[in-house]
């Protein structure tokens, strides 16, 4: 019953140093995001991946990459950590395009940069 | 774009107080609304959601009416339980062949014995 699984729950990191952040889902589904929460400022969509092998922005991009590594996984990967990217990171998946399905969300990683 | 304006917070209420919390949106179409629910240390949980206008969604004692009329997706509840404590978000999706969620900045609510 783990529904949407992340890793690690929390990291510090340096400022220009490199981390990926794990996230895998046992739900069969299409499709996965990634949302940075931070405070004032609800979720906003960094990347998504509607299907095995494609990737698209969100409405924050920049100074993040994702693989989507099989339809169970799903990684987002920051090259030179900034202390802008100081957040909270969600990944989430549902099972596709049809805009009732709900979204199952990870518990998140709390990552801080110095 | 799409847009989700929620009540600003915090809310805090004692039991058994009735709640609102204001959701209103702006977006192209016919949107499919949601509330989801963030406890302390926890990713976000569905609570309800409604997906055409006039639709009620219901859960745990929460409810909320898509009204299209007004933009609006307010969540109620009849009778708060400390248990309730929470952030509560207010979000949709576009029916235009994505499924991309939008967000409110959320409404933290505390509720006190």
């Known amino acids: 019953n783990a529904g949407v699984t992340q890793t690690p729950k929390f990291q510090v990191l340096k400022t220009g140093q490199s981390m990926t952040l794990q996230c895998a889902q046992d739900m069969n589904h299409n499709s996965m995001y990634w949302y940075r929460q931070d405070p004032g400022m609800g979720l906003r969509l960094i990347y998504y991946?509607?299907?095995?092998?494609?990737?698209d922005k969100g409405e924050v991009p920049n100074g993040y990459n994702v693989s989507r590594l099989n339809k169970r996984e799903f990684s987002l990967r920051l090259e030179s950590a900034a202390p802008s990217q100081t957040s909270v990171y969600f990944c989430?998946?549902?099972?596709?395009?049809?805009?009732?399905?709900?979204?199952?969300f990870g518990d998140g990683t709390r990552l801080s940069i110095l | 774009g799409d847009s989700v304006t929620q009540m600003e917070g915090p809310v805090t209420l004692s039991e058994e107080a009735f709640l609102t919390i204001n959701c209103t949106y702006t977006a192209t179409g016919y949107p499919s609304l949601f509330w989801y629910v963030q406890y302390p240390g926890e990713g976000l949980q569905l609570l309800l959601k409604?997906?055409?206008?006039?639709d009620k969604g219901s859960n745990k004692g929460f409810e909320a009416t898509y009204r299209k009329e007004t933009t609006s997706f307010h969540l109620e509840k009849g009778s708060v339980q400390v248990s309730d404590s929470a952030v509560y978000f207010c979000a949709l999706t576009s029916n235009f062949g994505n499924e991309k969620l939008t967000f409110g900045t959320g409404t933290r609510l505390t509720i006190i014995p």
């Open positions: 991946s509607a299907s095995e092998g494609t990737t």
């Open positions: 989430a998946s549902s099972a596709g395009r049809i805009s009732n399905q709900p979204q199952h």
């Open positions: 409604a997906t055409k206008a006039d």
